[in-house]
């Protein structure tokens, strides 16, 4: 029986405790108050905006009740003075220990307010567009200054914070474009996104050592600020920005130290690492010097530095963070420390006066737009350890006219040279496609160089590069693909080392310069069995531009064999050395075909090529067709009629 009224309190208890809350009034000194009352104290309002504490039309000054029927008033609730408009001064009774969430909000009559020692909390938009509002002075006792509580407090022109605040909220006092000065205290820890943002009028700022977050936009659209005022350059360091935004610096654009303008940087000995955005924005810098302590410079830590001329970084630094000197356009030259070994995204875009850049060997990856937009950079190395150059890394960079990629790089992103219309100079690994690599500038090139090490030169390479003249290819290349140099009408010189065994189709298509038949006769076959072969009639002589001078041993062919039967004499090549790799010519492998220099050297049809064939009692025409330099091609074709 005891246990079942036991249970039976606590159900009528729990019931009294869902019940709803009911409005009350009373009047006082002729104005009726509309209050609740919750755990014997009472609060004023109804809790919403359809339930103020007053009569909107209420005007003039008023003086709130320290007691309603009774009870202790705590609690300045929730829209308790909602647009009351007409409303010019508040007394708040020292009773009274929070101001709940828009209790004022669109008071625009509201020109003061006397807020207790009492009050602790300040609630969201509790003095939100009281327009009127000239001073207002925050006791003491309050440790948090809500989100928006002084919103689009355009009258406002001095607040004072009191050393309990440890938080700023968020748009705390944005659009207060009349207020001209503001004293942050040392209690504060954190600043919220866009708590100052909009204050036009505000000249300068001092952010107190204790600040260790401030959130993005926290000062944005304040056009009048002109200087940022700390005490400790090791605490600034050390502060958390959101954003690159959240940085006061970003439109102040000059940090004071002690008073004293910072012009030329001295981050102290001890600081391990510079924060993100810690100086993004400080125009009035010409010149950092980082110590050895530190490791890490963070995302954004220079960005828009735009007097920022030079810049020592430490062997001791391993991470050079994303964006770290993004618009740094007074750096003119920068040495990367041999400790880094990534250089992240955009690190020295719009660097626009870098001329020049040292990338160590131990880096091996250039991110994503690197180096955009650096217009002073002419020319730039990249070391053997880099395997992944990302998209855009050297995009717009006008200037550069050559370019060193080297074997190690695996990955190439997508329009990594775009923009680069000087660029004419490239040494890079057979195995990229130019018009993949340099796309949309394939066509100005004009000099390629192939590395030593690289093995093929893959399909398509160079195919479209219209205006490359020279190409060096090293002797370790084996092959060249299909339509390798297909269409580089403009290639003038192209020496292909003795170690090309294999050719791919049209591997010279549409390069006029090196496609011209040189030597063209007729043969008849022999009889059926006899493997003899005879010259019935010569088609065409040597064209005269490529007759030699001199009679240099290797720069002639002596004689064309078949099969040891017939020779061609009197006729000379230009440019050296023959090759037999490009005497591909019939189906069948009848009969051999050597070519034979003045020096006694002979070149015969090497393995897996197809020696010409001339089968009994048949005519052909042979031709020997210039290719490249010191490549020839012998070719036969059947003739129904000897002319």
Same mark, same amino acid.
């Given at each position: 029986?005891?246990?079942?009224?036991?249970?039976?309190? =606590?159900?009528?208890?729990?019931?009294?405790?869902?019940?709803?809350?009911?409005?009350?009034?009373?009047?006082?000194?002729?104005?009726?108050?509309?209050?609740?009352?919750?755990?014997?104290?009472?609060?004023?309002?109804?809790?919403?905006?359809? #339930?103020?504490?007053?009569?909107?039309?209420?005007?003039?000054?008023?003086?709130?009740?320290?007691?309603?029927?009774?009870?202790?008033?705590?609690?300045?609730?929730?829209?308790?003075?909602?647009?009351?408009?007409?409303?010019?001064?508040?007394?708040?009774?020292?009773?009274?220990?929070?101001?709940?969430?828009?209790?004022?909000?669109?008071?625009?009559?509201?020109?003061?307010?006397?807020?207790?020692?009492?009050?602790?909390?300040?609630?969201?938009?509790?003095?939100?567009?009281?327009?009127? %509002?000239?001073?207002?002075?925050?006791?003491?006792?309050?440790?948090?200054?809500?989100? #928006?509580?002084?919103?689009?407090?355009?009258?406002?022109?001095? *607040?004072?914070?009191?050393?309990? *605040?440890?938080?700023?909220?968020?748009?705390?006092?944005?659009?207060?474009?009349?207020?001209?000065?503001?004293?942050?205290?040392?209690?504060?820890?954190?600043?919220?996104?866009?708590?100052?943002?909009?204050?036009?009028?505000?000249?300068?700022?001092?952010?107190?050592? !204790?600040?260790? #977050?401030?959130?993005?936009?926290?000062?944005?659209?304040?056009?009048?600020?002109?200087?940022?005022?700390?005490?400790?350059?090791?605490?600034?360091?050390?502060?958390?920005?959101?954003?690159?935004?959240?940085?006061?610096? =970003?439109?102040?654009?000059?940090?004071?130290?002690?008073?004293?303008?910072?012009?030329?940087?001295?981050?102290?000995?001890?600081?391990?690492?510079?924060?993100?955005?810690?100086?993004?924005?400080?125009?009035?810098?010409?010149?950092?010097?980082?110590?050895?302590?530190?490791?890490?410079?963070?995302?954004?830590?220079?960005?828009?530095?735009?007097?920022?001329?030079?810049?020592?970084?430490?062997?001791?630094?391993?991470?050079?963070?994303?964006?770290?000197?993004?618009?740094?356009?007074?750096?003119?030259?920068?040495?990367?420390?041999?400790?880094?070994?990534?250089?992240?995204?955009?690190?020295?875009?719009?660097?626009?006066?870098?001329?020049?850049?040292?990338?160590?060997?131990?880096?091996?990856?250039?991110?994503?737009?690197?180096?955009?937009? =650096?217009?002073?950079?002419?020319?730039?190395?990249?070391?053997?350890?880099?395997?992944?150059?990302?998209?855009?890394?050297?995009?717009?960079?006008?200037?550069?006219?050559?370019?060193?990629?080297?074997?190690?790089?695996?990955?190439?992103?997508?329009?990594?040279?775009?923009? =680069?219309?000087?660029?004419?100079?490239?040494?890079?690994?057979?195995?990229?496609? %130019?018009?993949?690599?340099?796309?949309?500038?394939?066509?100005?090139? &004009?000099?390629?160089?192939?590395?030593?090490?690289?093995?093929?030169?893959?399909?398509?390479?160079?195919?479209?590069?219209?205006?490359?003249?020279?190409?060096?290819?090293?002797?370790?290349?084996?092959?060249?693909?299909?339509?390798?140099?297909?269409?580089? !009408?403009? %290639?003038?010189?192209?020496?292909?080392?003795?170690?090309?065994?294999?050719?791919?189709?049209?591997?010279?298509?549409?390069?006029?310069?090196?496609? &011209?038949?040189?030597?063209?006769?007729?043969?008849?076959?022999?009889?059926?069995?006899?493997?003899?072969?005879?010259?019935?009639?010569?088609?065409?002589? %040597?064209?005269?531009?490529?007759?030699?001078?001199?009679?240099?041993?290797?720069?002639?062919?002596?004689?064309?064999?078949?099969?040891?039967?017939?020779?061609?004499?009197?006729?000379?090549?230009?440019?050296?050395?023959?090759?037999? !790799?490009?005497?591909?010519? #019939?189906?069948?492998?009848?009969?051999?075909?050597?070519?034979?220099?003045?020096?006694?050297?002979?070149?015969?049809?090497?393995?897996?090529?197809?020696?010409?064939?001339?089968?009994?009692?048949?005519?052909?025409?042979?031709?020997?067709?210039?290719?490249?330099?010191?490549?020839?091609?012998?070719?036969?074709?059947?003739?129904?009629?000897?002319?």
């Amino acid at each position: 029986m005891r246990k079942m009224s036991r249970q039976l309190v =606590c159900i009528i208890v729990a019931c009294i405790a869902i019940l709803p809350v009911h409005a009350l009034t009373e009047s006082v000194d002729g104005i009726t108050w509309t209050y609740t009352v919750v755990n014997g104290v009472a609060s004023i309002g109804g809790g919403s905006s359809s #339930s103020p504490a007053v009569r909107t039309s209420t005007s003039g000054a008023i003086t709130i009740p320290s007691i309603l029927g009774g009870y202790p008033v705590t609690s300045i609730g929730n829209y308790a003075f909602y647009c009351c408009r007409g409303l010019t001064s508040v007394t708040i009774p020292d009773s009274v220990t929070s101001i709940g969430s828009s209790a004022f909000s669109g008071c625009s009559g509201l020109t003061s307010v006397t807020i207790p020692d009492s009050v602790t909390s300040i609630g969201y938009s509790a003095f939100a567009n009281c327009s009127g %509002l000239t001073s207002v002075t925050i006791p003491n006792s309050v440790t948090n200054i809500g989100d #928006s509580a002084f919103y689009g407090c355009s009258g406002l022109t001095s *607040v004072t914070i009191p050393n309990c *605040v440890t938080n700023i909220g968020g748009s705390a006092f944005y659009g207060c474009s009349g207020l001209t000065s503001v004293t942050i205290p040392d209690s504060v820890t954190s600043i919220g996104s866009s708590a100052f943002s909009g204050c036009s009028g505000l000249t300068g700022v001092t952010i107190p050592d !204790s600040v260790t #977050s401030i959130g993005s936009s926290a000062f944005s659209r304040c056009s009048g600020l002109t200087g940022v005022h700390i005490t400790d350059v090791a605490k600034w360091c050390g502060i958390s920005f959101s954003t690159a935004d959240a940085n006061p610096l =970003c439109y102040a654009h000059k940090l004071y130290l002690n008073g004293a303008l910072v012009v030329d940087l001295n981050i102290p000995n001890g600081v391990t690492s510079i924060g993100a955005s810690a100086f993004s924005g400080c125009g009035g810098l010409t010149s950092v010097t980082i110590p050895s302590s530190v490791t890490n410079i963070g995302q954004g830590v220079f960005r828009d530095c735009v007097g920022l001329t030079s810049v020592t970084i430490p062997g001791s630094v391993t991470s050079i963070g994303d964006e770290a000197f993004y618009g740094c356009s007074g750096l003119t030259n920068v040495t990367i420390p041999s400790s880094v070994t990534n250089i992240g995204q955009g690190v020295f875009r719009d660097c626009v006066g870098l001329a020049s850049v040292a990338i160590p060997n131990s880096v091996t990856n250039i991110e994503a737009r690197a180096f955009d937009n =650096c217009s002073g950079l002419a020319s730039v190395t990249i070391p053997d350890g880099v395997t992944s150059i990302g998209n855009g890394a050297f995009s717009d960079c006008t200037n550069l006219t050559s370019v060193t990629i080297p074997d190690s790089v695996t990955s190439i992103g997508n329009g990594v040279f775009s923009g =680069c219309t000087n660029l004419t100079s490239v040494t890079i690994s057979s195995q990229w496609e %130019l018009s993949s690599v340099f796309s949309g500038l394939y066509e100005n090139i &004009r000099s390629v160089t192939i590395p030593p090490g690289s093995t093929n030169i893959v399909a398509g390479a160079f195919k479209g590069c219209s205006a490359l003249t020279t190409i060096t290819i090293p002797d370790t290349v084996t092959s060249i693909g299909d339509e390798a140099f297909y269409n580089c !009408s403009s %290639l003038q010189s192209l020496n292909i080392p003795d170690s090309v065994t294999s050719y791919g189709v049209n591997c010279f298509e549409r390069c006029p310069a090196y496609t &011209r038949s040189l030597y063209r006769a007729i043969f008849g076959g022999g009889s059926s069995g006899s493997s003899s072969v005879v010259v019935t009639t010569v088609v065409q002589n %040597l064209e005269a531009p490529y007759a030699l001078t001199g009679t240099a041993a290797d720069r002639a062919i002596a004689s064309v064999t078949v099969n040891g039967d017939c020779s061609i004499d009197s006729f000379v090549l230009k440019d050296g050395k023959v090759y037999d !790799s490009m005497l591909y010519v #019939s189906n069948t492998a009848d009969h051999e075909v050597t070519l034979s220099l003045p020096s006694g050297h002979t070149y015969k049809t090497i393995k897996g090529a197809r020696p010409l064939t001339i089968p009994a009692s048949s005519q052909c025409l042979i031709s020997i067709t210039r290719v490249a330099a010191n490549v020839f091609l012998v070719m036969r074709e059947e003739l129904d009629d000897v002319q």
